[in-house]
């Protein structure tokens, strides 16, 4: 029974083996039906991990690109999302064969060859496309060249200058790199210099135009060698007539709708008032609906933020300038009551001397009268004569305190206004006419400020 289990046993493996043999067997048929017979004889004894010229120096791979499309340019995060046709081309000693026609091959057969190692520098994420299939191409051209080309989306990281946005222009690079071959290894160089990058001259984009473009080759040092490097450098300049009509033109019309609150009457405190705290709110309000499409880092003092700045203070110097002149308009009614009782308390003080002089007067010829007709007044007769004139018994006793009050109230009256015409609006007789003066100094200052910053942005 054991040896009838174990025989059975060892049937069923060789049956297995039988089976393995024969699809292996079928494989081999199948992918010699698959690839030419160029091919398959190219392919034989290939190795796809040694690249060409292995041992007679490096090999070189030239480059060009197709730009698609650059779908988004991002401040927030730094970057750009480009779609790029990226064709390489290197010449493999193994690969060459008889005959004047290229071979194109389907994509998928690229896993039988030798390819660069290629790779985008400061690429954030990218992806092949494959759809329907892999976009890859394939060409082995008779004298053993290679035309290997592929179709990426990819975002790049670009560092921008944003101290004169909106009117900035920024300078992005694409990078290709060899990552494990360095220069005695792998040489890149682009096919056709500058005009090795198409497609810019067709584009559209959103916010921005490309104003210059231009290639160069580098070396990359790291600490594990020396690497070949090729940069495609672009120029974009950002258009600004979006933000002349979304930001610039809403902002100056507020500053500008500020100032109507200096044909308005002092008297009008709500329309003032309503008018200044709500022109201040919409430029808040505009002010931050700005910031949210830009990064918040404080090292970066926008063009934008500098014009929102002067506005903002504009504004909002239209509203202190009401609380002034509002302020003024007070003190001066006040000074005005306040002059006004002394120049009358100066008229009763004038009245008060006058009777007080008169009686000194008559009191002075009564005595000369008396004096006259009476040869020698004893001393006791001159304590009588006087007493009627006087209840304490002497004259000037009860007549010279009179003006002393009189005199204090002049004093302190005087120091008022004194102290009045120091804090009332720079010595401003009228405070009406400070609403005049706005009415000129703010759009003359306006005026000028904007020319000095659109100069600064534009030319310098």
């Known amino acids: 029974m054991a040896l009838y289990v174990s025989g059975g046993a060892l049937f069923t493996f060789l049956l297995v083996c039988r089976l393995l043999e024969s699809s292996m067997l079928n494989a081999e048929v199948k992918e010699g039906e698959i690839l030419p017979p160029t091919i398959h004889r190219l392919m034989k004894g290939y190795n796809k991990y040694l690249r060409p010229f292995f041992d007679n120096g490096p090999v070189t791979v030239g480059m060009s690109l197709d730009i698609a499309s650059i779908d988004t340019i991002s401040e927030i995060n730094m970057d750009y999302t480009a779609t790029i046709f990226l064709r390489q081309r290197w010449t493999d000693e193994r690969l060459v064969f008889e005959g004047n026609k290229s071979l194109s091959l389907d994509g998928r057969l690229v896993e ?147 100032w109507v609150s200096f044909w308005i009457s002092l008297s009008s405190v709500p329309a003032r008032i309503c008018i200044g705290v709500t022109t201040v709110l919409t430029m808040t309000t505009l002010m931050m609906g700005a910031r949210t499409s830009l990064p918040n880092a404080n090292c970066f003092i926008k063009a934008i933020d500098v014009y929102l700045g002067i506005c903002f203070s504009f504004i909002f110097g239209a509203l202190i300038e009401y609380a002034v002149a509002h302020f003024c308009s007070l003190s001066h009614m006040d000074s005005h009551i306040l002059m006004h009782y002394g120049h009358h308390m100066h008229d009763l003080d004038d009245e008060m001397n006058g009777i007080i002089t008169t009686i000194s007067n008559h009191n002075r010829a009564k005595r000369r009268k008396e004096a006259a007709a009476t040869p020698t007044p004893p001393p006791a007769s001159l304590e009588l004569t006087v007493s009627p004139s006087s209840p304490s018994g002497s004259e000037p006793k009860p007549e010279a305190p009179l003006p002393e009050p009189s005199h204090w109230c002049l004093t302190a009256l005087a120091t008022v206004r004194k102290v009045l015409r120091s804090f009332t609006c720079c010595h401003i007789e009228n405070p009406h006419h400070i609403d005049n003066y706005s009415r000129v100094s703010f759009p003359l200052s306006f005026v000028m400020v904007n020319l000095l910053y659109w100069t600064y942005y534009l030319y310098f």
């Not at 976009?135 to 990426?152: D, E, K, M, S």
């Not at 682009?190 to 490309?210: C, F, H, I, K, P």
């Not at 990359?220 to 020396?226: L, Q």
Request: charged content about 20%.
């Open 112 to 258: 039988l060859l030798w390819v660069p190692d290629t790779f985008i520098v400061d690429s954030k994420k990218s992806f092949l496309h494959d759809i329907t299939v892999e976009n890859r191409l394939i060409r082995i051209f008779p004298n053993g060249t290679v035309l290997y080309a592929l179709r990426i989306t990819t975002t790049v990281a670009c560092n921008m200058d944003l101290t004169k946005y909106p009117m900035d222009k920024q300078t992005c690079t694409l990078q290709l790199e060899s990552w494990g071959y360095n220069i005695n290894d792998v040489m890149f160089y682009w096919t056709r210099g500058n005009e090795s990058v198409s497609g810019l001259d067709t584009l559209q984009l959103a916010q921005y135009t490309v104003e210059d473009h231009y290639t160069s080759v580098s070396e990359a040092v790291y600490e594990t060698g020396n690497y070949p490097r090729l940069v495609f450098h672009f120029q974009l300049k950002r258009s600004i007539l979006y933000f002349i009509l979304e930001t610039y033109v809403p902002s100056s019309l507020l500053v500008v709708l500020s």
